[in-house]
Protein backbone atom coordinates (compact mmCIF):
# COMPACT_ATOMS: atom_id res chain seq x y z
CA UNK A 1 0.00 0.00 0.00
CA UNK A 2 0.89 3.45 -0.72
CA UNK A 3 0.47 4.64 2.62
CA UNK A 4 3.23 1.84 4.19
CA UNK A 5 6.03 4.33 3.13
CA UNK A 6 5.10 6.95 5.50
CA UNK A 7 5.25 4.95 8.84
CA UNK A 8 8.25 6.21 10.54
CA UNK A 9 10.79 3.44 10.74
CA UNK A 10 12.48 2.38 13.87
CA UNK A 11 8.88 3.62 16.09
CA UNK A 12 6.12 1.31 14.13
CA UNK A 13 6.60 -2.65 14.65
CA UNK A 14 7.18 -4.27 11.52
CA UNK A 15 3.85 -5.57 10.63
CA UNK A 16 2.06 -3.20 12.80
CA UNK A 17 -0.61 -1.63 10.22
CA UNK A 18 -2.85 0.20 13.05
CA UNK A 19 -0.70 3.63 11.97
CA UNK A 20 -2.08 3.36 8.75
CA UNK A 21 -5.71 2.36 9.73
CA UNK A 22 -5.35 5.32 12.13
CA UNK A 23 -4.68 7.73 9.47
CA UNK A 24 -7.48 6.03 7.12
CA UNK A 25 -10.17 7.10 9.66
CA UNK A 26 -8.86 10.64 9.45
CA UNK A 27 -8.93 10.30 5.74
CA UNK A 28 -12.48 9.14 5.41
CA UNK A 29 -13.87 11.54 7.80
CA UNK A 30 -12.96 14.39 5.16
CA UNK A 31 -14.37 11.78 2.65
CA UNK A 32 -17.57 11.43 4.63
CA UNK A 33 -17.37 15.28 5.10
CA UNK A 34 -17.21 15.99 1.11
CA UNK A 35 -19.68 13.59 0.50
CA UNK A 36 -22.17 15.07 3.05
CA UNK A 37 -21.74 18.16 1.67
CA UNK A 38 -22.14 17.03 -2.44
CA UNK A 39 -25.15 14.95 -0.99
CA UNK A 40 -26.72 18.50 0.17
CA UNK A 41 -25.44 20.79 -2.84
CA UNK A 42 -26.08 17.91 -5.77
CA UNK A 43 -29.70 17.16 -6.54
CA UNK A 44 -33.24 16.98 -8.98
CA UNK A 45 -34.14 20.37 -8.64
CA UNK A 46 -32.66 22.06 -11.31
CA UNK A 47 -30.31 24.47 -9.69
CA UNK A 48 -26.55 23.41 -7.97
CA UNK A 49 -27.42 24.43 -4.49
CA UNK A 50 -23.93 24.81 -3.48
CA UNK A 51 -24.15 28.50 -3.10
CA UNK A 52 -27.41 28.39 -0.86
CA UNK A 53 -25.27 25.61 0.70
CA UNK A 54 -22.43 28.19 1.77
CA UNK A 55 -25.49 30.30 2.57
CA UNK A 56 -26.82 28.29 4.57
CA UNK A 57 -24.02 27.29 6.48
CA UNK A 58 -23.10 30.87 7.41
CA UNK A 59 -26.55 31.23 9.04
CA UNK A 60 -28.16 33.74 6.04
CA UNK A 61 -31.42 33.73 5.73
CA UNK A 62 -32.56 31.43 2.63
CA UNK A 63 -35.33 31.44 0.51
CA UNK A 64 -38.49 29.45 1.45
CA UNK A 65 -37.86 27.01 -1.28
CA UNK A 66 -34.09 26.77 -0.75
CA UNK A 67 -34.99 25.80 2.45
CA UNK A 68 -37.80 23.00 1.76
CA UNK A 69 -35.54 21.31 -0.30
CA UNK A 70 -32.04 21.52 1.85
CA UNK A 71 -33.85 21.43 5.06
CA UNK A 72 -36.86 19.25 4.67
CA UNK A 73 -35.31 16.90 1.41
CA UNK A 74 -31.89 16.46 1.58
CA UNK A 75 -30.81 16.91 4.78
CA UNK A 76 -33.04 14.36 6.32
CA UNK A 77 -32.33 12.13 2.76
CA UNK A 78 -28.38 12.53 3.21
CA UNK A 79 -27.97 11.74 7.08
CA UNK A 80 -30.36 8.70 6.51
CA UNK A 81 -27.93 8.06 3.86
CA UNK A 82 -24.89 8.12 5.92
CA UNK A 83 -26.75 6.11 9.05
CA UNK A 84 -27.89 3.45 6.20
CA UNK A 85 -24.36 2.66 4.69
CA UNK A 86 -22.82 3.15 8.02
CA UNK A 87 -25.19 0.21 9.74
CA UNK A 88 -24.75 -1.94 6.20
CA UNK A 89 -20.84 -2.01 6.09
CA UNK A 90 -20.54 -2.62 9.97
CA UNK A 91 -22.96 -5.37 9.79
CA UNK A 92 -21.41 -6.82 7.17
CA UNK A 93 -17.84 -6.59 8.90
CA UNK A 94 -19.35 -7.89 12.00
CA UNK A 95 -21.01 -10.66 10.33
CA UNK A 96 -17.53 -11.59 8.33
CA UNK A 97 -15.97 -11.47 11.50
CA UNK A 98 -18.78 -13.96 13.45
CA UNK A 99 -18.89 -16.18 10.82
CA UNK A 100 -14.84 -15.64 10.27
CA UNK A 101 -15.82 -15.83 6.46
CA UNK A 102 -15.01 -12.52 4.47
CA UNK A 103 -18.05 -13.34 1.82
CA UNK A 104 -20.86 -13.22 5.02
CA UNK A 105 -22.81 -10.27 4.08
CA UNK A 106 -26.38 -9.75 5.76
CA UNK A 107 -27.96 -9.49 1.82
CA UNK A 108 -26.41 -12.22 0.57
CA UNK A 109 -27.24 -14.58 3.18
CA UNK A 110 -30.95 -13.94 3.84
CA UNK A 111 -30.28 -11.84 7.09
CA UNK A 112 -31.59 -8.73 5.10
CA UNK A 113 -34.64 -11.30 3.66
CA UNK A 114 -35.34 -11.68 6.91
CA UNK A 115 -35.36 -8.49 7.83
CA UNK A 116 -37.54 -7.62 5.24
CA UNK A 117 -40.07 -10.30 6.28
CA UNK A 118 -40.05 -9.07 9.59
CA UNK A 119 -40.97 -5.46 7.77
CA UNK A 120 -43.58 -7.06 5.74
CA UNK A 121 -45.50 -9.20 8.26
CA UNK A 122 -45.84 -5.57 10.73
CA UNK A 123 -46.98 -4.03 7.57
CA UNK A 124 -49.93 -6.79 7.06
CA UNK A 125 -50.54 -8.09 10.64
CA UNK A 126 -49.47 -4.98 12.40
CA UNK A 127 -52.93 -4.28 12.35
CA UNK A 128 -54.31 -7.37 14.46
CA UNK A 129 -51.88 -6.60 17.29
CA UNK A 130 -54.34 -5.11 20.25
CA UNK A 131 -54.55 -1.14 19.54
CA UNK A 132 -52.91 -0.26 23.00
CA UNK A 133 -49.65 -2.28 21.61
CA UNK A 134 -50.28 -0.51 18.18
CA UNK A 135 -50.16 3.11 20.35
CA UNK A 136 -46.92 1.87 22.44
CA UNK A 137 -44.77 0.84 19.41
CA UNK A 138 -46.25 3.28 17.32
CA UNK A 139 -43.74 3.95 14.16
CA UNK A 140 -41.32 1.41 15.52
CA UNK A 141 -43.64 -0.85 14.57
CA UNK A 142 -41.65 -1.96 11.48
CA UNK A 143 -37.79 -1.21 12.19
CA UNK A 144 -38.37 -2.99 15.53
CA UNK A 145 -40.38 -6.11 13.47
CA UNK A 146 -37.36 -6.20 10.98
CA UNK A 147 -34.80 -6.02 13.86
CA UNK A 148 -36.86 -9.87 15.10
CA UNK A 149 -36.52 -10.97 11.78
CA UNK A 150 -32.92 -10.54 11.04
CA UNK A 151 -31.99 -11.56 14.51
CA UNK A 152 -34.20 -14.47 13.78
CA UNK A 153 -32.56 -15.22 10.77
CA UNK A 154 -28.84 -14.48 11.99
CA UNK A 155 -29.43 -17.45 14.66
CA UNK A 156 -30.50 -19.67 12.51
CA UNK A 157 -28.17 -18.99 10.20
CA UNK A 158 -25.02 -19.23 12.56
CA UNK A 159 -26.93 -22.78 14.48
CA UNK A 160 -27.13 -24.00 10.76
CA UNK A 161 -23.55 -23.69 9.59
CA UNK A 162 -21.42 -23.73 12.51
CA UNK A 163 -19.98 -27.09 14.11
CA UNK A 164 -17.96 -26.69 17.00
CA UNK A 165 -16.75 -23.46 16.24
CA UNK A 166 -15.60 -23.92 12.96
CA UNK A 167 -18.20 -22.59 9.95
CA UNK A 168 -18.73 -23.89 6.75
CA UNK A 169 -19.03 -21.19 4.10
CA UNK A 170 -20.58 -23.82 1.77
CA UNK A 171 -23.34 -24.54 4.38
CA UNK A 172 -23.96 -20.97 5.18
CA UNK A 173 -24.18 -19.85 1.70
CA UNK A 174 -26.72 -22.76 0.95
CA UNK A 175 -28.60 -22.03 4.19
CA UNK A 176 -28.92 -17.92 3.01
CA UNK A 177 -30.53 -19.31 -0.13
CA UNK A 178 -33.21 -21.39 1.62
CA UNK A 179 -33.72 -18.82 4.39
CA UNK A 180 -34.38 -16.12 1.93
CA UNK A 181 -36.41 -18.64 -0.18
CA UNK A 182 -38.64 -19.49 2.93
CA UNK A 183 -39.16 -15.79 3.88
CA UNK A 184 -39.75 -15.10 0.14
CA UNK A 185 -42.64 -17.41 0.00
CA UNK A 186 -44.58 -16.44 2.81
CA UNK A 187 -43.81 -12.88 2.08
CA UNK A 188 -45.43 -13.47 -1.04
CA UNK A 189 -48.44 -14.94 0.34
CA UNK A 190 -48.91 -11.97 2.98
CA UNK A 191 -48.68 -9.04 -0.19
CA UNK A 192 -51.54 -11.48 -1.64
CA UNK A 193 -53.57 -11.18 1.54
CA UNK A 194 -53.01 -7.45 2.12
CA UNK A 195 -55.44 -5.15 1.66
CA UNK A 196 -55.26 -1.76 -0.71
CA UNK A 197 -54.11 1.08 2.12
CA UNK A 198 -51.13 -1.95 2.86
CA UNK A 199 -50.08 -2.69 -0.79
CA UNK A 200 -49.43 0.90 -0.95
CA UNK A 201 -47.17 1.10 1.79
CA UNK A 202 -45.59 -2.31 1.06
CA UNK A 203 -44.51 -0.73 -2.40
CA UNK A 204 -43.33 2.44 -1.20
CA UNK A 205 -41.01 0.40 1.05
CA UNK A 206 -39.90 -2.04 -1.05
CA UNK A 207 -38.65 0.42 -3.55
CA UNK A 208 -35.37 -0.37 -1.99
CA UNK A 209 -34.13 3.64 -1.55
CA UNK A 210 -33.47 6.59 0.68
CA UNK A 211 -35.45 8.47 -1.42
CA UNK A 212 -38.40 9.28 1.19
CA UNK A 213 -36.79 9.54 3.79
CA UNK A 214 -38.14 12.46 6.40
CA UNK A 215 -37.26 13.54 9.66
CA UNK A 216 -40.25 11.32 11.04
CA UNK A 217 -38.61 8.15 9.48
CA UNK A 218 -34.98 9.19 10.58
CA UNK A 219 -36.22 9.21 13.98
CA UNK A 220 -37.52 5.77 13.87
CA UNK A 221 -34.88 3.62 12.19
CA UNK A 222 -31.65 5.99 14.16
CA UNK A 223 -32.06 4.48 17.79
CA UNK A 224 -31.55 0.42 16.67
CA UNK A 225 -28.67 1.70 14.64
CA UNK A 226 -27.32 3.70 17.25
CA UNK A 227 -27.55 1.05 19.51
CA UNK A 228 -25.34 -1.21 17.03
CA UNK A 229 -22.82 1.33 16.46
CA UNK A 230 -22.64 1.48 20.53
CA UNK A 231 -22.55 -2.09 20.41
CA UNK A 232 -19.68 -2.69 17.77
CA UNK A 233 -16.40 -1.40 19.59
CA UNK A 234 -17.32 -3.78 22.45
CA UNK A 235 -16.99 -6.89 20.35
CA UNK A 236 -13.93 -5.81 18.02
CA UNK A 237 -11.36 -7.68 20.41
CA UNK A 238 -13.61 -10.30 20.35
CA UNK A 239 -13.91 -10.65 17.01
CA UNK A 240 -10.32 -10.38 15.93
CA UNK A 241 -9.57 -13.58 18.60
CA UNK A 242 -12.78 -15.48 16.86
CA UNK A 243 -10.38 -15.14 14.01
CA UNK A 244 -8.43 -18.21 15.39
CA UNK A 245 -11.31 -20.10 15.95
CA UNK A 246 -13.89 -20.13 19.26
CA UNK A 247 -11.42 -22.43 21.25
CA UNK A 248 -8.31 -20.42 20.65
CA UNK A 249 -10.28 -17.43 21.11
CA UNK A 250 -11.30 -18.65 24.68
CA UNK A 251 -7.74 -19.54 25.30
CA UNK A 252 -7.19 -15.99 24.79
CA UNK A 253 -9.35 -14.84 27.76
CA UNK A 254 -12.40 -13.97 25.06
CA UNK A 255 -15.80 -14.29 26.53
CA UNK A 256 -16.56 -16.24 23.42
CA UNK A 257 -20.78 -16.75 24.03
CA UNK A 258 -21.17 -13.00 25.30
CA UNK A 259 -19.17 -11.45 22.08
CA UNK A 260 -21.08 -13.65 19.33
CA UNK A 261 -24.83 -12.82 21.28
CA UNK A 262 -23.50 -9.51 21.29
CA UNK A 263 -22.38 -9.04 17.64
CA UNK A 264 -25.67 -10.90 16.46
CA UNK A 265 -27.75 -8.47 18.05
CA UNK A 266 -25.13 -5.16 16.69
CA UNK A 267 -26.22 -7.18 13.32
CA UNK A 268 -29.98 -7.69 13.79
CA UNK A 269 -30.36 -4.13 14.90
CA UNK A 270 -28.47 -2.28 11.92
CA UNK A 271 -29.88 -4.85 9.41
CA UNK A 272 -33.37 -4.41 10.70
CA UNK A 273 -33.47 -1.05 10.63
CA UNK A 274 -31.79 -0.44 7.63
CA UNK A 275 -34.22 -2.65 5.96
CA UNK A 276 -36.96 -1.31 7.60
CA UNK A 277 -36.42 2.42 5.81
CA UNK A 278 -34.26 1.42 3.20
CA UNK A 279 -35.68 -1.94 1.62
CA UNK A 280 -32.63 -3.79 1.72
CA UNK A 281 -29.72 -2.43 0.01
CA UNK A 282 -27.04 -4.74 -1.20
CA UNK A 283 -23.15 -5.43 -1.40
CA UNK A 284 -22.27 -2.23 1.05
CA UNK A 285 -21.41 -4.86 3.48
CA UNK A 286 -19.37 -6.97 1.59
CA UNK A 287 -17.62 -4.00 -0.73
CA UNK A 288 -16.90 -1.89 2.04
CA UNK A 289 -15.46 -4.18 4.70
CA UNK A 290 -13.12 -6.48 2.43
CA UNK A 291 -11.37 -3.01 0.12
CA UNK A 292 -10.23 -2.28 4.41
CA UNK A 293 -8.89 -5.29 5.36
CA UNK A 294 -6.90 -5.26 1.56
CA UNK A 295 -5.80 -1.69 3.12
CA UNK A 296 -5.09 -1.86 6.72
CA UNK A 297 -5.46 -5.40 7.80
CA UNK A 298 -8.33 -7.40 9.36
CA UNK A 299 -8.37 -5.39 13.06
CA UNK A 300 -11.56 -5.38 13.77
CA UNK A 301 -10.77 -2.37 16.27
CA UNK A 302 -10.38 -0.20 13.07
CA UNK A 303 -12.05 -2.38 10.72
CA UNK A 304 -15.55 -1.62 12.18
CA UNK A 305 -14.96 2.00 12.80
CA UNK A 306 -13.62 2.48 9.36
CA UNK A 307 -16.37 0.53 7.65
CA UNK A 308 -18.73 3.00 8.89
CA UNK A 309 -17.07 5.79 7.39
CA UNK A 310 -16.72 4.52 4.50
CA UNK A 311 -20.02 2.54 4.58
CA UNK A 312 -21.63 6.39 4.65
CA UNK A 313 -19.80 7.91 2.20
CA UNK A 314 -20.28 4.91 -0.47
CA UNK A 315 -24.02 5.12 -0.03
CA UNK A 316 -23.89 8.76 -0.07
CA UNK A 317 -22.00 8.81 -3.26
CA UNK A 318 -24.05 6.22 -4.53
CA UNK A 319 -27.19 8.23 -3.52
CA UNK A 320 -25.73 11.20 -5.79
CA UNK A 321 -25.52 9.07 -8.70
CA UNK A 322 -28.64 7.93 -9.02
CA UNK A 323 -30.05 11.39 -8.56
CA UNK A 324 -28.24 12.81 -11.56
CA UNK A 325 -27.47 9.95 -13.77
CA UNK A 326 -31.29 10.42 -15.62
CA UNK A 327 -31.81 13.75 -13.89
CA UNK A 328 -34.74 14.88 -13.35
CA UNK A 329 -35.71 10.96 -12.32
CA UNK A 330 -33.71 8.95 -9.85
CA UNK A 331 -32.49 5.88 -10.73
CA UNK A 332 -33.41 3.32 -7.06
CA UNK A 333 -29.68 2.93 -5.18
CA UNK A 334 -30.38 -0.35 -5.09
CA UNK A 335 -29.42 -0.79 -8.54
CA UNK A 336 -26.20 1.74 -8.22
CA UNK A 337 -25.16 -0.43 -5.68
CA UNK A 338 -25.76 -3.60 -7.64
CA UNK A 339 -23.80 -2.65 -10.27
CA UNK A 340 -20.84 -1.90 -8.30
CA UNK A 341 -21.26 -4.55 -6.20
CA UNK A 342 -22.03 -7.73 -8.61
CA UNK A 343 -18.99 -7.51 -10.28
CA UNK A 344 -16.79 -6.87 -7.09
CA UNK A 345 -18.50 -10.06 -5.57
CA UNK A 346 -17.28 -11.92 -8.75
CA UNK A 347 -13.27 -10.52 -8.67
CA UNK A 348 -13.52 -11.17 -4.63
CA UNK A 349 -14.45 -15.07 -6.03
CA UNK A 350 -12.25 -14.95 -8.78
CA UNK A 351 -9.04 -14.02 -6.49
CA UNK A 352 -9.77 -16.51 -3.76
CA UNK A 353 -11.44 -19.87 -5.60
CA UNK A 354 -10.21 -21.75 -2.63
CA UNK A 355 -12.49 -19.77 0.00
CA UNK A 356 -15.98 -21.81 -0.59
CA UNK A 357 -13.41 -24.80 0.46
CA UNK A 358 -12.81 -23.31 3.72
CA UNK B 1 -0.19 -27.40 40.90
CA UNK B 2 -2.37 -28.64 38.13
CA UNK B 3 -4.49 -31.59 39.42
CA UNK B 4 -7.05 -33.14 37.25
CA UNK B 5 -9.34 -35.97 38.95
CA UNK B 6 -11.84 -38.11 37.34
CA UNK B 7 -11.85 -36.63 34.21
CA UNK B 8 -14.75 -38.86 32.20
CA UNK B 9 -14.94 -37.65 28.34
CA UNK B 10 -17.69 -39.06 26.31
CA UNK B 11 -17.96 -37.80 22.24
CA UNK B 12 -21.16 -39.47 21.55
CA UNK B 13 -21.87 -43.04 23.04
CA UNK B 14 -18.19 -43.85 23.17
CA UNK B 15 -16.41 -43.24 26.06
CA UNK B 16 -12.74 -41.91 25.34
CA UNK B 17 -11.72 -40.95 28.88
CA UNK B 18 -12.27 -43.79 31.59
CA UNK B 19 -11.83 -41.75 34.52
CA UNK B 20 -8.58 -40.30 34.47
CA UNK B 21 -6.60 -38.40 37.30
CA UNK B 22 -3.72 -36.33 36.11
CA UNK B 23 -1.79 -33.92 38.10
CA UNK B 24 1.52 -31.26 37.25
CA UNK B 25 3.97 -29.62 38.93
CA UNK B 26 5.19 -26.24 38.14
CA UNK B 27 8.77 -25.95 37.82
CA UNK B 28 8.45 -29.26 35.52
CA UNK B 29 7.70 -30.51 31.82
CA UNK B 30 5.25 -32.81 31.88
CA UNK B 31 4.54 -34.96 28.47
CA UNK B 32 1.31 -36.74 27.98
CA UNK B 33 2.53 -39.58 25.31
CA UNK B 34 0.41 -42.53 23.73
CA UNK B 35 -0.82 -44.43 20.86
CA UNK B 36 -2.83 -42.52 17.85
CA UNK B 37 -6.41 -42.53 19.50
CA UNK B 38 -5.45 -42.69 23.13
CA UNK B 39 -7.11 -40.09 24.43
CA UNK B 40 -3.79 -37.66 24.80
CA UNK B 41 -5.49 -34.77 23.01
CA UNK B 42 -8.57 -35.23 24.16
CA UNK B 43 -7.19 -35.26 27.83
CA UNK B 44 -5.44 -31.89 27.15
CA UNK B 45 -8.74 -30.19 25.81
CA UNK B 46 -10.51 -31.89 29.14
CA UNK B 47 -7.75 -29.91 31.09
CA UNK B 48 -7.71 -26.75 29.11
CA UNK B 49 -11.81 -26.86 29.44
CA UNK B 50 -12.24 -27.18 24.95
CA UNK B 51 -13.63 -30.71 25.61
CA UNK B 52 -16.82 -31.40 28.20
CA UNK B 53 -15.93 -33.36 30.33
CA UNK B 54 -17.13 -35.26 34.47
CA UNK B 55 -14.64 -34.51 36.96
CA UNK B 56 -12.66 -31.72 38.16
CA UNK B 57 -9.94 -29.89 36.86
CA UNK B 58 -7.70 -27.64 39.59
CA UNK B 59 -5.62 -25.00 38.93
CA UNK B 60 -3.45 -23.37 40.93
CA UNK B 61 -5.97 -24.05 43.45
CA UNK B 62 -8.78 -22.64 41.66
CA UNK B 63 -11.66 -24.48 40.08
CA UNK B 64 -10.67 -24.27 36.03
CA UNK B 65 -14.33 -24.71 35.42
CA UNK B 66 -16.00 -22.08 36.88
CA UNK B 67 -13.32 -19.88 36.19
CA UNK B 68 -13.64 -16.74 33.65
CA UNK B 69 -11.82 -17.11 30.52
CA UNK B 70 -9.88 -14.03 31.05
CA UNK B 71 -8.92 -15.32 34.76
CA UNK B 72 -7.59 -18.34 32.67
CA UNK B 73 -6.13 -16.77 30.30
CA UNK B 74 -3.77 -14.89 32.69
CA UNK B 75 -2.06 -17.64 34.00
CA UNK B 76 -1.85 -20.23 31.04
CA UNK B 77 -1.87 -20.54 27.02
CA UNK B 78 -2.91 -23.01 25.02
CA UNK B 79 -1.39 -24.00 21.70
CA UNK B 80 -3.44 -26.37 19.81
CA UNK B 81 -1.99 -28.90 16.85
CA UNK B 82 -3.46 -26.84 13.81
CA UNK B 83 -4.67 -23.18 14.31
CA UNK B 84 -7.41 -21.94 11.23
CA UNK B 85 -6.83 -18.19 10.50
CA UNK B 86 -10.04 -16.63 8.39
CA UNK B 87 -8.37 -13.48 7.69
CA UNK B 88 -4.92 -11.93 6.32
CA UNK B 89 -3.53 -11.01 9.26
CA UNK B 90 0.53 -10.23 10.05
CA UNK B 91 2.70 -12.26 11.45
CA UNK B 92 2.91 -9.57 14.14
CA UNK B 93 -1.24 -8.81 14.27
CA UNK B 94 -1.32 -13.17 14.96
CA UNK B 95 1.19 -12.57 17.88
CA UNK B 96 -0.61 -9.03 19.05
CA UNK B 97 -3.81 -11.29 19.50
CA UNK B 98 -2.39 -13.37 22.47
CA UNK B 99 -2.07 -10.48 24.38
CA UNK B 100 -5.63 -9.45 24.00
CA UNK B 101 -6.14 -10.15 27.55
CA UNK B 102 -3.91 -11.10 30.62
CA UNK B 103 -1.48 -9.02 32.17
CA UNK B 104 0.83 -8.44 29.05
CA UNK B 105 -1.95 -6.85 27.46
CA UNK B 106 -0.68 -3.73 25.31
CA UNK B 107 3.08 -4.55 26.02
CA UNK B 108 3.76 -4.28 22.36
CA UNK B 109 7.74 -4.86 23.12
CA UNK B 110 6.88 -8.21 23.78
CA UNK B 111 5.72 -9.49 20.05
CA UNK B 112 9.31 -8.78 18.47
CA UNK B 113 10.84 -10.58 21.44
CA UNK B 114 8.42 -13.66 21.09
CA UNK B 115 9.19 -13.80 17.61
CA UNK B 116 13.18 -13.99 17.90
CA UNK B 117 12.34 -16.09 20.91
CA UNK B 118 10.97 -18.56 18.22
CA UNK B 119 13.35 -17.72 15.30
CA UNK B 120 11.16 -15.76 13.56
CA UNK B 121 12.42 -12.29 14.11
CA UNK B 122 12.21 -11.13 10.85
CA UNK B 123 9.05 -12.64 9.96
CA UNK B 124 6.81 -9.59 11.65
CA UNK B 125 5.46 -7.72 8.41
CA UNK B 126 5.12 -11.09 6.37
CA UNK B 127 1.23 -12.65 5.75
CA UNK B 128 0.97 -15.56 8.07
CA UNK B 129 -1.46 -17.54 5.58
CA UNK B 130 1.59 -17.30 2.96
CA UNK B 131 3.94 -19.02 5.57
CA UNK B 132 4.52 -22.72 5.86
CA UNK B 133 2.75 -25.30 8.02
CA UNK B 134 5.70 -25.27 10.38
CA UNK B 135 6.35 -21.47 10.67
CA UNK B 136 2.68 -21.20 10.94
CA UNK B 137 3.08 -23.20 14.32
CA UNK B 138 5.73 -21.51 15.34
CA UNK B 139 4.33 -17.81 15.05
CA UNK B 140 1.35 -20.10 17.29
CA UNK B 141 4.02 -20.93 19.80
CA UNK B 142 4.96 -17.33 19.61
CA UNK B 143 2.01 -15.84 20.38
CA UNK B 144 0.90 -18.41 23.01
CA UNK B 145 4.40 -17.12 24.34
CA UNK B 146 3.41 -13.73 23.99
CA UNK B 147 0.37 -14.39 26.44
CA UNK B 148 2.01 -16.06 29.70
CA UNK B 149 5.62 -13.87 28.69
CA UNK B 150 6.50 -14.05 32.23
CA UNK B 151 6.44 -18.00 33.27
CA UNK B 152 5.93 -16.98 37.52
CA UNK B 153 2.63 -13.81 38.16
CA UNK B 154 2.51 -12.30 40.97
CA UNK B 155 -0.42 -14.88 42.13
CA UNK B 156 1.67 -18.14 40.95
CA UNK B 157 3.20 -19.69 38.21
CA UNK B 158 1.75 -19.24 34.87
CA UNK B 159 1.34 -22.60 32.45
CA UNK B 160 1.85 -23.77 28.74
CA UNK B 161 -0.43 -26.32 27.83
CA UNK B 162 1.20 -27.71 23.92
CA UNK B 163 -0.54 -30.33 21.69
CA UNK B 164 1.95 -31.51 19.88
CA UNK B 165 3.95 -28.43 19.38
CA UNK B 166 6.85 -30.16 16.86
CA UNK B 167 4.67 -32.54 14.71
CA UNK B 168 5.03 -30.13 12.01
CA UNK B 169 8.24 -28.99 12.53
CA UNK B 170 11.99 -30.21 10.99
CA UNK B 171 14.56 -31.88 13.43
CA UNK B 172 16.51 -28.09 14.55
CA UNK B 173 13.18 -26.71 15.30
CA UNK B 174 11.93 -29.47 17.50
CA UNK B 175 14.83 -28.78 19.31
CA UNK B 176 14.54 -25.54 19.40
CA UNK B 177 10.28 -25.80 20.46
CA UNK B 178 11.25 -28.11 23.03
CA UNK B 179 14.45 -25.57 24.25
CA UNK B 180 11.33 -23.29 24.62
CA UNK B 181 8.95 -25.43 26.81
CA UNK B 182 11.92 -26.55 28.82
CA UNK B 183 13.29 -22.76 29.92
CA UNK B 184 9.53 -21.99 30.63
CA UNK B 185 9.50 -24.65 33.19
CA UNK B 186 13.22 -24.14 34.50
CA UNK B 187 12.12 -20.29 35.19
CA UNK B 188 9.32 -21.94 37.30
CA UNK B 189 6.01 -22.29 34.56
CA UNK B 190 4.30 -25.47 34.51
CA UNK B 191 4.25 -26.95 31.34
CA UNK B 192 1.94 -30.24 30.33
CA UNK B 193 2.81 -31.26 26.51
CA UNK B 194 1.00 -33.65 24.42
CA UNK B 195 3.62 -36.43 22.72
CA UNK B 196 4.07 -38.09 19.80
CA UNK B 197 8.34 -38.46 19.59
CA UNK B 198 9.40 -40.40 22.56
CA UNK B 199 12.97 -39.68 21.89
CA UNK B 200 12.41 -36.19 22.21
CA UNK B 201 10.16 -36.76 25.48
CA UNK B 202 12.64 -38.88 26.92
CA UNK B 203 15.03 -35.48 26.53
CA UNK B 204 13.25 -33.42 27.96
CA UNK B 205 10.50 -34.12 30.12
CA UNK B 206 10.67 -34.47 33.85
CA UNK B 207 7.39 -36.65 34.00
CA UNK B 208 5.73 -38.75 31.83
CA UNK B 209 1.99 -39.66 31.94
CA UNK B 210 1.78 -43.06 29.70
CA UNK B 211 -2.27 -43.20 28.21
CA UNK B 212 -3.40 -45.95 26.18
CA UNK B 213 -6.86 -46.25 25.68
CA UNK B 214 -8.67 -43.52 27.62
CA UNK B 215 -6.61 -44.49 30.96
CA UNK B 216 -3.73 -43.77 31.94
CA UNK B 217 -1.23 -46.66 32.78
CA UNK B 218 1.23 -45.11 34.65
CA UNK B 219 2.37 -41.18 35.38
CA UNK B 220 6.02 -40.67 36.63
CA UNK B 221 9.86 -39.94 35.54
CA UNK B 222 10.99 -40.66 32.03
CA UNK B 223 13.27 -43.66 33.67
CA UNK B 224 10.07 -44.99 35.15
CA UNK B 225 8.26 -44.93 31.86
CA UNK B 226 9.92 -45.59 29.33
CA UNK B 227 10.79 -49.33 30.12
CA UNK B 228 10.17 -52.33 27.64
CA UNK B 229 7.91 -53.56 29.30
CA UNK B 230 5.27 -50.44 29.78
CA UNK B 231 5.99 -48.82 26.20
CA UNK B 232 5.30 -52.51 24.78
CA UNK B 233 1.81 -52.92 26.72
CA UNK B 234 0.66 -49.36 26.11
CA UNK B 235 1.67 -48.97 22.19
CA UNK B 236 0.90 -52.45 21.57
CA UNK B 237 3.84 -53.90 20.09
CA UNK B 238 7.51 -54.89 20.95
CA UNK B 239 9.30 -51.83 21.59
CA UNK B 240 12.78 -51.80 22.75
CA UNK B 241 14.16 -49.32 24.39
CA UNK B 242 17.87 -48.00 24.40
CA UNK B 243 18.90 -50.43 21.79
CA UNK B 244 19.86 -48.85 18.49
CA UNK B 245 18.49 -51.05 15.68
CA UNK B 246 21.35 -53.57 14.09
CA UNK B 247 21.19 -52.41 11.04
CA UNK B 248 19.72 -49.55 8.65
CA UNK B 249 19.85 -45.68 9.15
CA UNK B 250 18.92 -43.99 12.28
CA UNK B 251 18.72 -40.43 13.54
CA UNK B 252 19.47 -39.67 16.67
CA UNK B 253 17.99 -36.14 18.24
CA UNK B 254 20.30 -37.06 21.26
CA UNK B 255 23.50 -36.48 19.34
CA UNK B 256 21.97 -32.86 17.66
CA UNK B 257 22.17 -29.50 19.21
CA UNK B 258 21.00 -26.26 18.14
CA UNK B 259 23.02 -24.02 16.01
CA UNK B 260 25.32 -25.06 13.10
CA UNK B 261 28.47 -26.43 13.59
Known amino acids: ?358 | MLRAENITVHFGPRTVLHDVSFDAKPGALTAIVGPNGSGKTTLLKAITGEASHDGQVMLNGQNAGSAKPWELAAIRGVLPQTTPLAFPFTVSEVVRLGLISGVTADQAEIIPAALSRVGLADYGARFYQELSGGEQQRVQLARVLAQVWEPISEVGPRWLFLDEPVSALDIAHQLQVMQIARDFADAGGGVVAVMHDLNLTAMFADQIALISDGRIIAQSTPDEILTNDLLSRAYNCAVQVNTPPSSGTYILPHMASMGVH
Open chain 1, 1 to 358: MAMAADVPRGVALAGDRSHQANRLTSALLVVLFAAVLASLAIGASGTSLWTTLWDFLRGEDLSLRDRVVLWDIRLPRTLMGALVGAALAVSGAIMQGLFRNPLADPGLIGVSAGAGFGAIVAIVLGGLLPLALQDVLGYYLVPFAAFLGSWASTIILYRVSTRKGHTSVATMLLAGIALGALTGAISGLLVYIADDAQLRTLTFWGMGSIAGATWSKLFTAAPLMIVAFIAAPFVAKGLNGLALGEAAASHMGIAVQRTKNTAILAVAAAVGSAVAVSGGIGFVGIVVPHLLRLAVGPDHRYLLRNSALLGAALLLVADIISRVVIAPAELPIGIIMAVIGGPFFLWILLRRRGILDM
